[in-house]
């Protein structure tokens, strides 16, 4: 299974500010996906990243708010831009791999985000 | 509009009881369904999945029960156990093109010892 790093692991921001998560993987993959766990809530795709092209967005998110890096096949950013409280959450990485019929996404640890 | 609705929310059993935790969907597109652990702090972990061409999956302790016709899917945790105290969330995707993977609204298990 992929090994997946985020960092921060966690971090207490204030309103306003930018903050640049990082995803580093241990194998090359073509997609990478950023999702969002609001408290006590399920996960929400925010953008699927692929690399040399720009991120898709699902509804209810954009790339000015969300701005997303995929520089290379190992590794992508999100930044959570002019941050509010609602922003409050764990954002969480994920890889897909395996075939079609065998798939599977593993996850990240997660970031979890504060927002004074 | 939830696109995979879960229930329930919580779930309190006995050691070595066999808590269930049920899915369902609408989407007749949707062709893989797995099922995610999630302990405090730490991201989902992929626990099992099942594709609609089998009604059963067993990995060990877990097993997924799968109504096609009803488009319904459950969890079952046989023997469980203090360490299964997690939540669990199921999910669903599939679809031409699918990337997006539709996570239901979780399950917060406790097991009592």
């Known amino acids: 299974s992929a090994v997946i790093s985020q960092k921060p692991s966690r971090d207490i921001c204030q309103r306003g500010t930018s903050l640049t998560i990082q995803c580093q993987v241990d194998s090359q993959v073509t997609m990478m996906f950023w999702y969002r766990q609001q408290p006590g809530q399920s996960l929400t795709l925010i953008a699927t990243?692929?690399?040399?092209?720009?991120?898709?967005?699902e509804s209810g998110f954009v790339i000015d708010k969300f701005p997303i890096s995929r520089p290379n096949l190992t590794f992508s950013t999100l930044t959570v831009s002019n941050m509010s409280p609602e922003d409050s959450s764990i954002y969480l990485c994920?890889?897909?791999?395996?075939?079609?019929?065998?798939?599977?996404?593993?996850f990240g640890s997660g970031t979890q985000l504060s927002v004074l | 509009q939830q696109q995979v609705k879960q229930s329930p929310q919580s779930l309190i059993v006995q050691k070595g009881g066999i808590p269930i935790i049920n899915c369902a969907y609408e989407?007749?597109?949707?062709?893989?369904f797995p099922w995610y652990q999630q302990f405090p702090g730490k991201g989902p972990a992929l626990l099992i999945a099942i594709r609609p061409d089998v009604s059963e999956k067993k990995e060990g302790r877990f097993t997924i029960s799968f109504n096609k016709s009803a488009k319904q899917f459950s969890l079952h945790i046989m023997d469980s156990q203090p360490g299964d105290s997690a939540t669990y969330f199921c999910a669903a995707s599939g679809g031409i093109g699918a990337n997006n993977l539709f996570f239901g609204t979780g399950t917060r298990l406790t097991v009592i010892p």
């Open positions: 989407n007749t597109a949707f062709d893989y």
């Open positions: 990243a692929n690399q040399g092209s720009e991120a898709t967005y």
């Open positions: 994920s890889v897909r791999q395996g075939s079609r019929s065998n798939e599977k996404l593993f």
